[in-house]
Every structure is written in structure tokens, then in C-alpha cells.
């Protein structure tokens, strides 16, 4: 893969790139981490992806970097060198700009050609390892030889060595799935550089012909696809005809009609294997989606022998292979009513036609009744397969029509609306199997069909709005909800609560809800379920998530928020916040806080400040489990974010009560809850702008210097500490707002007054204390240099990163200010001898081991401390300044050392950096070249 579009026209990073490339044979056998193999893969191949001819010729010719790939695969190379070595000249065959040799252009050779005529000795490699002992190894091969069969050469050589039927036939028995994709690819790759036009055959095309036919792939594939000793050989052959079929182009089409490989594919379809089945099923349906004529794929071709007529459209030849699908392959396996497996794949089939049927524009005419035969289809299968106890078959009928008539004309309809043939197929699926791996499963069988004809309701719903109106899906749902046999697998109640949202929208035309009654009983329904005493955690987020969906909808979220069931959805829900496990209150808990998410439905949002489900979020910061009362903090901190929510928390004084539970949760034992709390605060001051409620409400906790202190350097845990930088940082940012608008009403004030317009007091224009001090106050400024040599490379990196910003904003507010002393390289990074921060004092008695005294000590009464020497030079400059101190001491930071500690690896970095030896160190190394390799990764 290309991470990134590196530039080969800057001397320096080409001159980079030839030493990563000529040190590739000397990389260390001793590298524990693969991926950095994989760097150097991902690094070189950008650059070859290209399509530079010059740096192509330049390291084909001055690089000479085949011969460097020569020496990866020596017998004694690490295989993983081998295999970037091999890959890499993968990637120069497939780039490769140059000419081939044969095609009397006169130009410069190319990649092939200097492998065919200089290096015969890859090739041999590359021939005899498709069977290597490394998986790896045997992946790479494969990958290369696939780009070698674009060339003439390349396939003429593939022919000369007679070894290719093995090779293939070993590959696609494999027992890696790696290299059974990269064989099936090779493969691939040879069909698709075939013509179509058999009138414009070249010369290439013949040879992959010829290549073709001494692999004799089609018996081959068709071999292992009737393999019924093997699943293994099915899936496999069922894995070339899925790519063959995704390539979804005209060759791969053309060659899937003339080797008449999927002509079987209903036995395959009915294959004892669920991989073969499923497989087969993807083929199918991808066939249908990117095909014009797949019934001459599938051997069905109603029209001739030898194929549709050319004037037959793609909608008409759609049309044709549809009412064969349905009138003869369904009803087929519909007639089978002992076999659940044939019920299945009927389902199956149904699911797959559905997209290309929205695809074809035929089907808005002649063909338009084939989304009603399989939506009728699908719902009628799903009746035949419910299961609902005599002591809840009352409440089922409630909600559910009688049988289910399908739609159309054709044998299908016929059969499926017998008298009696649902019952016969209702008897066949409650009998358990007797035998055969539904038999080891315990009959679960019912419920997979139920599945699949959910997925494809929950498809029609969405692409056939309309016919799902006006059928009885909803009701069909409902019924599955009752049907606690069915449910009681998760799969299943997920996907009813999954597809219920579906087909309830199809309801809404124009803004309008077509059947309020409807939408009423399956809300009673679902309260019905959220209400249910054995509605474990699992269940209720999905019933949840269920609701979600209907607030996202502007018609049905406004009837939900202001209906009656709108207040019995919130008693129920107010019900399980006391519930006995605390997952299901967690889950509540976070229900509420997302409706107030960025985008979030409105109506949901009005549901809740209305039946005041904030006040019961509140109640929740105190509960007595930990998880419970982070995820009560979280919500709010969304609410918060939220305009409308930050509007009804104030409308009912939550903000301040918030601010007021804060230090006893920021006391927390449980280290996530006080990530929350940090988060919740951080909020407050820099979405809000809501500090004065934290200094207000927060017991002076939050302005206590030694708390902020130990909240910062002495958490035990590091996520902690990162937030409270973090929050420190939210504090200045919050400050220097409100000293601009001191400065602002100042300035004005001082222009009034100059004026002579009005008497302004000197209280208004002479500020003691600038708000900035509540920054100092709590010994920020220290306390974030401290931080910079925390123990976690991530507060480290937190909290140079602030005072990076830090530095920049005070230079923007003073202006320019005298250039700093030059500081001393051997001085310890952070602060210097006699440098102090703007919290701190020039007494020297109590300094601790970095120089400064310790951080719970009070500064001076006033909040300003004296400066020594070497901050006078800054302070001069603004000397009335509060940050002038704090400038100086951030001068004096050696940030390009803090930087140093704080950079993490990034994806090249590791084996882009030389570590060069010393020349004494060199000098007595026996190995005067050792310790010099660029890719010498430690």
C-alpha cells in the first residue's frame, strides 16, 4: 500500500531512498518486529508506484537494484529480506515504463528484459519457491509471477518451464489463504489480459492461450469444485470463480460462459458445506449485479443455443433471468418442504436478485411485479417459520394478518398459495433433524432462514419503499418480536429491531404518517419489551438503538416526543435507571447522552429536556458503581456541548449543582470516572466558558494549587494526568478571554474618558488582579513544566505541545520582546539556574532537584513573585505584565530537547536514521562496516 506521495526529485530524499534500497540485503536476521519489513516494502514501493521513467531508469540502471534483489535471496537471506527483495521487484514489473523488448520500439530495456537476460537465477527462485516452506515466501512468488504475465516474454518463459500445471494445482490446495488469493489472482491476471474480440487476436493473446490450456485450468477448477471428499478443494475452486466474477469485467464474463464453470451452481447452492453454499450464494449474486446475460453464465440461455439475441436489451435479458430464478429455482427448492437447507438458499436467491432489480430500468415497467412476488415471498416465508407458544399466540394475533398471499402469476405464486402448503412447511421446520450438522446445532436452522429473509426485507424496505407500504411487513415483524422461540437467539431479535425501523419509515409520505395506529402498536410493542422483567443489558441497548432510529426520523421522532407513548417510553426508561444490574442502568445512561450528540435528532432531544430525563442522568453521579457514574459525567459533558442541552441544564440551575458533585467524583478510586470528570470540566471552561462556576461551586478545590499538583504529576494514572494538562491548558485559554475583554472595556474606558463624555471611577479602569491570575493561582505555569518530565511519554508530549502554544500566545499579546540570553547547551532541559516561573519566588531555601521550589508552596500574597537576573531582561519589555515572567521561563525551555523525548516512531523514521559509529568505536570493530547499515533496526 501507498501511505504517503514522496517526492523523487529532491536530491536528498532520492540519495535516501538508494541507501535504503542498497542496505536491503544487509538487514539484521535479529529484527523481532516484522512490520518493519513491511516499512521498508511500503516506503520503496511509493516511489515505483509512480511511474517516474527517469528514477525507473535510474535504478534499474546506476542502482542496478535487480542485482541488490539477487542478493536478498541468497540461501542464507532472512526470508522476510527475500520476500520485500521479491515484491518489490513485483512492483517494478507492473510500473515499469519502459518498452518491451519485442515490440521493435528501439528504446531502453526495461525491467522484464534485464531479469530475462541478466538474472535467470531469480527466475529460478521465483519458479521453485512457489512451494517454499514460508507462507510468506510462497505469497511473494506468486505475487510477482502475476506480473509477469502482461509481457510476451514473460508468458513465453511461464510456458518454457513446464511447470506451471503443478505449480497452480499445488497453490490452490494451499493450506494458507494468503497465497490460494494470490495464486487465484495470477490467475486472474492472465484472463483479463486476454482480448474479448476475437477478431483482434494478437500474438500475446495466443500465448495466454496456450498458457491457459497447459494448465488446463477449467478441468481443474471443475475438479475441485466436484471434489466431495475436500471442502477444502470446493471453497477453493469457488474462490477462483469469486474473483473471476468480481474483476466484473467482460473477460472475466466471457471466460465464465465459454468454461461453463458455474453451469452447477445449484448443486453447489445445495452443498452439504455452509462455506460452499455461502460462496456460491456471493458468486451469484455478484453475477446478477455486474452481468448482462447471466443466464448464459448460468447455462439457462432461453433464447439459443448460443446465446441471447444481440438485439435483447440488458433490462429484458434482466426480466428473462429473473422469472426463470423464481419459477424455476425457487420453486424447485420451495418444493422440497422436508429440507430447511433448500428453504434457505431459497432466501437465499431472493436477497441476491433484490439490488439488481433496482439496478434494471425495465423493472419500472413490464418487470415491476417481481419486487412484489419477492417481497410476498420473503413474508410469507417468515410466517411459515414462526414458532409462537399457545400462551402468547393471542397477543401475536394482535398484530399479525392472516397468511401471507404472494403476488404474481407464475408457478411460484401458484404453489405457495396452495390451501395447506405453508402448514406442511410450518411442520417440516418445527421437526428437529435427525442427523447432519443442523443436528449437532440443536435445530437452530429456522432461525438462520429467518435471518436471511430479515436481511432481505430490511433490503426491500429500503429500495422498495413503496411495495413494503402496502404489504403486512410491519405486522410480520411484530409477530417475529412475540415469537420468544425465534428471539431468544440475539441474532435474530437484533436484526427484527434492526429491520422494524425500516419498514415503520416506509409509513411516512410527504412528511406524513400514513397509519398513526400502526406505529402505535409496534411502540407498544417495543415498550413492551423494554419493560419486560428478563430484558438482560444486551437486549435493551438494542431496543434502544431501535428508538434512536425512530427520533432520526422528522415525523416519527415528533410523534414519539409528544404522544403518550413518549411519556410511558420515559417512565419505562426512568424504571431503568434502578434497575438491579448496573449495565442496564449504564446503558439508559448513555441512550440519554447520545440523543444530545453533534447532529443528533432534535426530536429526541426535545423528548428528553421535556420529560426532564436530565435531573434522573443527575441522580446517577452518585450511584454506587463506578462505570454507572463515569458514563452519567460523559452524558453530561455531551448535554453540555450541546446548545439546546446546555440551555435546559441552566434552565434548571444543573450547571452549578454539576459544578458542586465534581470534587467528590474528581476523588474518585476509579480512574476512568476521573478522566470523566477532568473531560466535564475541561468542557465547562472551554466550550462554556463556564470557569467562575467551577471556582464558585468547587470548594476552592479547583483553585488549590497542591491539588492541581498531585491531580497532575502524582496520578497514578497517566490518561489522568494527560487531562489535567489538559485542563490546565482549558484554564489559560479561558483566562486570556477574559483579560481581553478587561482590556477592551478598559481601552473603551479610557477613550470615553479622554473625551470628556462621561466621569469614569478608577475601579473601572485600574484591574488589581487580572483574570489571568486564576491561571497562577493553582501554579499552572509550574506545574505544566514539571509535567514535562513526567514518566509517560504522553503527558511529556501533552504538555510541551501547551506550552508550545503557550509561548506563541503571549508573543502575540506583548509583541516583540527582547531576545532571550543565550542558554547554556549544558544545561539540564526544562528550566535554568536562575530562571523561575511566574508562581514562583527568588528565595532559594526549599528548592527541590530541579531547581525550583516546590510547587505546593504559596507564592506571595498578591499573586506576583520577584524576578531574578536573568527574567528581568523579558519583564522589562511589559513589566506591568502578568506573563512577562512566564515568557522568560519559556524562552529558556529547550523545546527542540523536550521534542527529542516526546517523538514517537513514525512509519519510516526507524529505518531511515543512520546510527553513525564513532571512528574510534570504528576503528576497532573488525567489521569496519558494521553499525552503518541504514536498515539495522535496534
Not at 529460478?124 to 510476451?152: H, P, Q
Not at 477453493?236 to 465459454?258: C, K, P, V, Y
Not at 435546559?648 to 459544578?659: A, I, Q, T, Y
Amino acid at each position: 500500500m501507498v501511505h504517503h506521495n514522496p517526492n523523487p526529485s529532491s536530491e536528498e530524499t532520492l540519495e535516501e531512498l538508494r541507501r535504503v534500497v542498497t542496505a536491503l540485503p544487509s538487514m539484521p536476521k535479529n529484527i523481532v518486529d516484522d512490520t518493519r519489513h513491511e516499512k521498508v516494502l511500503s516506503y520503496v514501493s511509493a516511489f515505483i508506484a509512480q511511474r517516474d521513467p527517469v528514477l525507473m531508469q535510474t535504478m534499474l540502471y546506476q542502482w542496478s537494484i535487480i542485482d541488490t534483489f539477487q542478493a536478498c535471496l541468497a540461501p542464507d537471506q532472512d526470508y522476510r529480506v527475500s520476500c520485500v527483495a521479491l515484491r518489490l521487484l513485483g512492483y517494478l514489473l507492473e510500473y515499469d515504463t519502459a518498452p518491451q523488448a519485442d515490440d521493435g520500439s528501439g528504446g531502453i530495456d526495461g525491467a522484464w528484459h534485464l531479469l530475462e537476460t541478466q538474472h535467470p537465477s531469480v527466475l529460478k527462485f521465483l519458479i521453485e519457491n512457489t512451494a517454499g516452506e514460508e507462507a510468506l515466501t510462497r505469497f511473494s512468488c506468486w505475487f510477482t509471477l502475476e506480473r509477469v504475465v502482461k509481457y510476451d516474454d514473460g508468458a513465453r518463459w511461464l510456458l518454457s518451464t513446464d511447470r506451471c500445471a503443478d505449480m497452480i494445482s499445488a497453490a490452490l490446495k494451499d493450506t494458507s489463504t494468503y497465497v490460494l488469493t494470490a495464486v487465484c489472482r495470477f490467475l486472474v491476471a492472465i484472463i483479463e489480459n486476454r482480448s474479448v474480440d476475437a477478431e483482434r487476436i494478437t500474438a500475446h493473446d495466443k500465448l495466454l492461450d496456450t498458457l491457459l490450456e497447459s494448465i488446463s485450468l477449467c478441468k481443474l477448477i471443475h475438479t475441485m469444485m466436484t471434489d466431495q471428499d475436500s471442502e477444502r478443494n470446493r471453497v477453493a475452486g469457488l474462490e477462483f470463480l469469486w474473483m473471476l466474477a468480481d474483476s466484473r469485467s467482460d473477460r472475466g464474463a466471457a471466460f465464465l460462459r465459454q468454461s461453463q464453470l458455474f453451469f452447477s451452481y445449484m448443486d453447489l447452492l445445495m452443498d452439504d458445506s455452509r462455506l460452499v453454499r455461502s460462496r456460491a450464494l456471493e458468486i451469484l449474486s455478484t453475477l446478477l449485479e455486474s452481468t448482462s446475460h447471466p443466464l448464459n453464465i448460468l447455462g439457462k440461455d432461453l433464447a439459443s443455443s448460443d446465446g441471447m439475441e444481440l438485439d435483447t436489451s440488458e433490462d429484458q435479458a434482466k426480466v428473462e433471468c429473473f422469472k426463470f430464478l423464481l419459477d424455476h429455482d425457487v420453486h424447485s427448492l420451495l418444493l422440497l418442504t422436508d429440507s430447511l437447507k433448500a428453504l434457505h438458499v431459497a432466501t437465499g436467491i431472493l436477497d441476491a436478485m433484490i439490488k439488481p432489480l433496482h439496478q434494471c430500468n425495465e423493472m419500472h415497467g413490464t418487470g415491476t411485479v417481481f419486487k412484489d412476488i419477492i417481497l410476498s415471498t420473503v413474508l410469507w416465508i417468515i410466517q411459515a417459520l414462526q414458532e409462537t407458544s399457545k400462551a402468547h399466540r393471542g397477543t401475536a394475533d394482535a398484530v399479525c394478518t392472516g397468511a401471507i398471499v404472494v403476488q404474481g402469476t407464475g408457478k411460484l405464486a401458484q404453489l405457495l398459495n396452495q390451501s395447506g402448503f405453508q402448514d406442511i412447511v410450518k411442520a417440516q421446520s418445527r421437526t428437529k433433524p435427525s442427523r447432519g450438522p443442523a443436528a449437532a446445532r440443536g435445530g437452530t436452522l429456522p432461525k438462520t432462514v429467518v435471518l436471511s429473509a430479515l436481511k432481505a426485507l430490511q433490503s426491500l424496505a429500503t429500495l422498495f419503499p413503496g411495495a413494503v407500504e402496502r404489504s403486512a411487513s410491519i405486522n410480520i415483524v411484530l409477530s417475529v418480536l412475540f415469537d420468544q422461540k425465534l428471539c431468544s437467539d440475539q441474532r435474530v431479535f437484533k436484526a427484527c429491531l434492526t429491520t422494524l425501523p425500516s419498514v415503520l419509515k416506509t409509513k411516512v409520505q410527504n412528511g406524513k404518517l400514513l397509519d398513526e395506529q400502526v406505529f402505535g402498536e409496534a411502540m407498544t410493542v417495543v415498550l413492551g419489551l423494554l419493560q419486560r422483567p428478563a430484558t438482560g443489558s444486551t437486549s435493551l441497548k438494542l431496543i434502544l438503538t431501535a428508538i434512536v432510529e425512530f427520533f432520526t426520523d422528522d415525523t416519527l421522532g415528533k410523534v414519539l416526543a409528544h404522544e403518550k407513548v413518549g411519556l410511558e417510553l420515559a417512565n419505562g426508561l426512568g424504571l431503568k435507571l434502578y434497575d438491579m444490574e448496573w449495565d442496564v442502568r449504564d446503558n439508559v445512561v448513555e441512550f440519554i447522552g447520545a440523543l444530545f450528540q453533534a447532529g443528533g435528532p432534535d426530536h429526541g432531544v426535545e423528548w428528553a429536556l421535556k420529560h426532564d430525563l436530565l435531573e434522573s442522568v443527575f441522580q446517577k453521579l452518585s450511584d454506587e458503581e463506578a462505570y454507572v457514574r463515569a458514563a452519567s459525567v460523559h452524558a453530561f459533558e455531551t448535554v453540555m456541548r450541546d446548545a439546546r442541552g446546555w440551555k435546559g441544564m441552566c434552565s434548571k440551575n444543573l450547571d452549578e449543582r454539576l459544578s458542586g458533585q465534581l470534587p467528590s467524583l474528581i476523588r474518585d478510586s476509579e480512574a476512568f470516572v476521573r478522566r470523566a470528570v477532568l473531560e466535564a470540566m475541561i468542557c465547562l471552561v472551554s466550550e462554556r466558558e463556564s470557569g467562575t462556576i467551577l471556582m464558585i461551586n468547587g470548594t476552592d478545590l479547583f483553585v488549590d494549587a497542591a491539588f492541581m499538583s498531585r491531580l497532575t504529576l502524582d496520578d497514578n494514572d497517566w490518561e489522568v494526568r494527560i487531562r489535567a494538562c489538559e485542563f490546565i491548558a482549558a484554564v489559560w485559554e479561558h483566562c486570556l478571554a477574559l483579560d481581553e475583554r478587561a482590556d477592551y472595556r478598559i481601552r473603551v474606558s479610557k477613550r470615553l474618558k479622554d473625551s470628556n463624555n462621561e466621569q469614569i471611577k478608577d475601579d473601572t479602569t485600574v484591574h488589581s488582579k487580572p483574570s489571568s491570575w486564576w491561571f497562577y493561582d493553582i501554579k499552572g505555569d509550574q506545574i505544566l513544566v514539571e509535567a514535562t518530565r513526567d514518566s509517560s511519554r504522553m503527558v511529556r508530549l501533552t504538555a510541551v505541545e501547551i506550552l508550545k502554544k503557550m509561548e506563541a500566545s503571549i508573543e502575540q499579546r506583548l509583541g516583540s520582546l527582547p531576545s532571550p540570553s543565550p542558554k547554556n547547551a549544558s544545561e539540564p532541559e526544562g528550566t535554568r539556574d536562575g530562571t523561575t516561573t511566574a508562581s514562583q519566588n527568588d528565595d532559594g531555601e526549599g528548592s527541590n532537584r530541579f531547581g525550583k521550589r516546590p510547587i505546593g508552596e504559596a507564592a506571595d500574597n498578591d499573586g506576583s513573585t520577584t524576578m531574578t537576573t536573568a527574567t528581568s531582561d523579558y519583564a522589562s519589555a511589559n513589566i506591568q505584565h502578568p506573563h512577562a515572567k512566564f515568557y522568560a521561563v519559556l524562552k529558556s525551555l529547550d523545546f527542540e530537547r523536550l521534542d527529542a523525548t516526546t517523538s514517537v516512531e513514525q512509519l519510516y523514521e526507524e529505518v531511515l536514521n543512520v546510527e553513525r559509529v564513532e571512528d574510534v568505536v570504528m576503528a576497532e570493530n573488525e567489521n569496519p562496516n558494521d553499525g552503518n547499515n541504514v536498515l539495522d533496526c535496534y
